[in-house]
C-alpha cells in the first residue's frame, strides 16, 4: 500500500526478509535497530550526564508529599518505572501525569520531573510552568538547548541533558536514568551505580543476541516477531514490574509494527479479560486449526490470539510480608498458561532475570523491543517514520 500520507507497507509477513541482515538494513533507514540496540550505551551515558548535574537542592527541603512525573508516551512511561522500582513501600506517592499542566493539589510541598525527548512536547512544558509558579520543586530532563531547558533555567531548576538521537520510543532509558536518579536523590529507592553497569551490561547482551546477523532460529527478537505475525497479541504481565514491560511492549508494538495489543496486568485480566481465551479468535478458531500445518503458512486470514506472557517470579529475599504476593503471581501465571493451552491458544513465555528491580525489567523489555522492530520491517514498514504520528501533531499542532 503506498498513499498520500507516506503509508507503506504489505499485508503478509516476508519470512525471507528477517534473515537477510543486508535488506533489514536497507529497510531500516533511520536506524530503529541501531538506536534500540544502544539501550546499555544510553543508561551509561544517561548516569554519566546525570552525575554532572546538582540534585542536591532537591533534598534539602526533605522528603516531599508526592513526586508528579509529566510527560506523554515514553517520558511517562518512566514515571512507571520510577514507581514500580520503588515498591509497595515507596513513603509517598508517585504519578505519572498524562495531560497538560499537573494536579491541582500540587503545590510547594510536591517534586515535578518534566520529561520530553524533545524538550518541546507541550505536556511537559505545561507542567514544568504550572511547578514554577506554584513553588513546587521542580526537574526538567530532556534535549538540551530547548524549550524545556529554558524554564528550567527561568526557575532556577536542575535540567538532566538527555542528547536527542532517536524518537523518544528508542530513548526509554535515556530518559528513565535521570528519573531514577532524582528518585534516589529524593531518598524513595536504592538503586545504586552497580545496578545501572549490571542493567546495561543486561541490555548489551540482549542486543548481540538479537542482532541483525543472527537467523531467526537463534534470535529471540526475531522468532517472537515470527510468534506474533498474524496475530492480536495479548500482553500481560505477572507482577507491576512485568505489567511495565508489557504497558511498554503495547506502545512499541503499535508505533514500530502497527499491531493492536491488549495490555495490562494478569492480575486484572483474570476477572474479565482473561474470557479472551474464549472468544472468536482463541479458542473458536482453535478449534478449526489443522495442528500440523506450518506456523510459517498461516496467512492473514487465519489471525488469532497469541498471549505474550512476562513472568517476574520476584527477587529472592527475607521479607516475608512480599512471599505470599510472589506466590499468588506465579500461580496466576501458571494457571493461565494452563488455561491458554486448554483452548489451544499460543503462548509466548519470557521470564525476568536479574539481581535488581531495574536489570530485572531490562531483561523483559530489550527482546520485546526487538520483536517489535522486526515485526513492522517484515510487514514493510519504515519503523521509525510513523506517518500517522507526524500527521496527528501537525493537526493538533496551534
Not at 531547558?149 to 538527555?162: E, N, Q, S, T
Not at 479468535?281 to 496467512?299: M, N
Request: with cysteine; proline share 6%.
Amino acid at each position: 500500500m503506498e498513499g498520500t500520507a507516506g503509508v507503506r507497507g504489505h499485508r503478509e509477513v516476508d519470512l525471507t526478509l528477517l534473515d537477510n541482515a543486508e535488506a533489514l538494513e536497507r529497510n531500516d533507514p533511520g536506524g530503529m535497530l541501531r538506536a534500540t540496540a544502544s539501550a546499555g550505551a544510553q543508561v551509561r551515558e544517561a548516569a554519566a550526564l546525570a552525575a554532572e548535574t546538582d540534585l542536591s537542592a532537591l533534598a534539602d527541603e526533605g522528603r516531599p508529599r508526592a513526586i508528579v512525573i509529566a510527560g506523554v508516551g515514553t517520558a511517562a512511561r518512566t514515571g512507571d518505572i520510577l514507581e514500580t522500582v520503588a515498591g509497595p513501600r515507596c513513603p509517598v506517592p508517585v504519578l505519572a501525569h498524562r495531560s497538560a499542566g499537573i494536579p491541582g493539589w500540587v503545590g510547594a510541598a510536591d517534586v515535578v520531573i518534566a520529561v520530553s525527548a524533545s524538550g518541546r512536547s507541550p505536556e511537559a512544558l505545561a507542567a514544568a510552568e504550572a511547578a514554577g509558579r506554584r513553588g513546587a520543586r521542580l526537574v526538567a530532563i530532556g534535549a538540551p538547548d530547548t524549550q524545556l531547558h529554558a524554564l528550567a533555567d527561568r526557575f532556577r531548576a536542575p535540567f538532566i541533558p538527555v542528547p536527542r538521537r532517536a524518537p523518544a520510543r528508542a530513548s526509554l532509558w535515556g530518559l528513565a536514568v535521570p528519573v531514577l536518579l532524582a528518585g534516589r536523590q529524593l531518598g524513595l529507592i536504592k538503586v545504586n551505580e552497580a545496578d545501572f553497569a549490571e542493567t546495561a551490561s543486561r541490555l548489551d547482551a540482549d542486543a548481540e543476541r538479537c542482532r541483525t546477523a543472527l537467523e531467526s532460529f537463534v534470535n529471540p527478537g526475531k522468532s517472537l516477531a515470527l510468534d506474533l505475525a498474524h496475530s492480536v497479541p495479548i500482553v500481560w504481565g505477572s507482577s507491576p514490574l512485568a505489567t511495565v514491560a508489557a504497558r511498554r511492549f503495547g506502545d512499541t508494538l503499535a508505533a514500530n509494527a502497527r499491531y493492536p495489543a491488549v495490555v495490562g496486568a494478569l492480575g486484572e485480566a483474570g476477572r474479565g479479560r482473561v474470557g479472551l481465551l474464549d472468544g472468536v479468535y482463541g479458542g473458536l478458531a482453535e478449534a478449526d486449526r489443522d495442528i500440523f500445518a506450518d506456523p510459517g503458512e498461516e496467512t492473514s486470514e487465519a489471525t488469532r490470539l497469541r498471549l505474550v506472557l512476562l513472568r517476574d517470579g520476584g527477587l529472592t529475599g527475607d521479607d516475608e510480608e512480599g512471599d505470599e504476593p510472589v506466590a499468588v503471581e506465579e500461580r496466576r501465571a501458571e494457571a493461565v498458561q494452563e488455561l491458554a493451552e486448554r483452548r489451544g491458544v499460543r503462548v509466548s513465555l519470557i521470564t525476568a532475570e536479574g539481581g535488581s528491580p531495574l536489570e530485572r525489567l531490562a531483561s523483559l523489555v530489550a527482546v520485546p523491543d526487538f520483536a517489535s522492530i522486526y515485526l513492522g520491517l517484515a510487514h514493510g514498514f519504515d519503523p521509525m517514520a510513523v506517518p500517522a504520528v507526524s500527521e496527528m501533531k501537525e493537526l493538533v499542532s496551534p
